[in-house]
């Protein structure tokens, strides 16, 4: 799907920089095309098969990782040739019946697109899934599943967590990824979910209470001000999640408008915002304990260079190698007139047209004593 929009020209040069310029041009077609509809099951709620099973009656569903069965794209709708025929005749009795009309044909009503022949049913084609369908589901209503894009799932998967953990979730509305720790720990432990919208904390409290999380105390606070208070308390994690805020660069092709908000001075602001988030979650991380900070944007200003900043400011912070079940790149060690830590190169950066996804940035750290 082809977007109406004009990326400014400052963001197309530090891209083509990022990426060299025949990269680039595959990154720009690729955020073009229309975005994959993934989902992931809700195991607080329903087991992996049985979701399979309802949503098969529907829609055809592909896993695309063995280990992450939770994790499901949604190709479109399964249209039963057989059945819709019969349904098409139905319609045209009743018109015939209450509008005295002669000659209906089946051929002038609605006909599904994207046709695609089923292994096991040939009579089976496939419809685009109309706007907001995954949203009306019973299925998406009763909390048995959350609409989340496929490299929104993976700082979680990064973070590994286990039950009976405490875990802070430093910026977590609208709530996927809280709901997904949630589901990992089988609803034991304790999550501290933090906030500083009351407006997004309404979004994330009702996602909370659809998909049956509770384990998971709300707090409302700005990052920087939680970390200070729960040092003065002596609280400290097991690991904690910085899924911080933004430019959102990875996201243009899901939200447009990203584009037109882009500049340079909010990269530049928000990457003192990110220093301040991930040293503060230091202070309050056990020993031996982890964070994961990721980002939706490319941006090294706030990507590597965060990382840059910490490693030297903490001795005893070290970024961990991680493996993904999605192509990506090593972390860059220069940009512009600055040169980071050989060991940001540990850090993984996700483009859309290597992975099929949104943009990301993820690292992992460990606290070592």
């Not at 990506?328 to 512009?336: A, L, M, N, P, S």
Request: proline content about 5%; hydrophobic content about 35%.
């Amino acid at each position: 799907m082809k977007h109406n929009y004009q990326p400014k020209p400052l963001f197309v040069e530090r891209m083509k920089e990022l990426l060299g310029l025949e990269d680039y041009e595959k990154y720009w077609g690729k955020i073009q095309e229309r975005e994959l509809k993934t989902i992931r099951t809700n195991t607080l709620k329903i087991s992996v098969e049985e979701l399979k099973k309802r949503l098969e009656k529907k829609w055809r569903i592909n896993q695309p990782f063995k280990k992450h069965p939770e994790i499901m794209i949604i190709e479109g709708k399964i249209i039963d040739e057989k059945s819709a025929n019969e349904n098409l005749e139905d319609v045209n009795k009743n018109l015939k019946k209450d509008y005295d009309i002669k000659n209906i044909s089946a051929k002038s009503l609605a006909k599904p697109t994207l046709s695609h022949k089923n292994a096991s049913d040939s009579e089976h084609k496939l419809q685009e899934l109309e706007p907001g369908e995954l949203g009306r589901a019973l299925e998406h209503l009763l909390g048995y599943y959350y609409i989340q894009e496929l490299a929104s799932m993976l700082p979680v998967l990064v973070l590994q967590p286990k039950p009976n953990e405490t875990i802070l979730d430093l910026c977590s509305s609208p709530g996927s990824k809280t709901t997904q720790i949630a589901a990992e720990m089988k609803n034991t432990g304790t999550i501290i979910a933090n906030e500083i919208s009351i407006k997004r904390i309404k979004i994330l409290a009702n996602n909370l209470e659809r998909c049956g999380v509770s384990n998971a105390i709300i707090t409302k606070k700005s990052g920087e001000v939680l970390c200070e208070k729960l040092q003065k308390e002596g609280f400290v994690f097991d690991k904690i999640l910085i899924d911080a805020p933004c430019s959102g660069e990875g996201t243009i092709k899901s939200t447009p408008k990203t584009l037109q908000m882009w500049s340079i001075n909010t990269i530049k602001t928000l990457s003192k915002l990110q220093k301040k988030l991930l040293s503060s979650a230091i202070e309050i991380l056990k020993p031996n304990g982890e964070i994961v900070y990721s980002t939706c944007t490319h941006s090294p200003e706030e990507n590597e260079e965060v990382l840059d900043f910490v490693l030297k400011k903490f001795p005893n912070i070290k970024i961990e190698k991680i493996t993904l079940p999605v192509k990506f790149r090593e972390g860059i060690t220069k940009w512009k007139d600055k040169e980071y830590l050989e060991e940001v190169k540990d850090s993984c950066r996700i483009y859309p047209h290597i992975s099929d996804t949104e943009g990301f940035f993820i690292a992992k750290l460990r606290k070592i004593k």
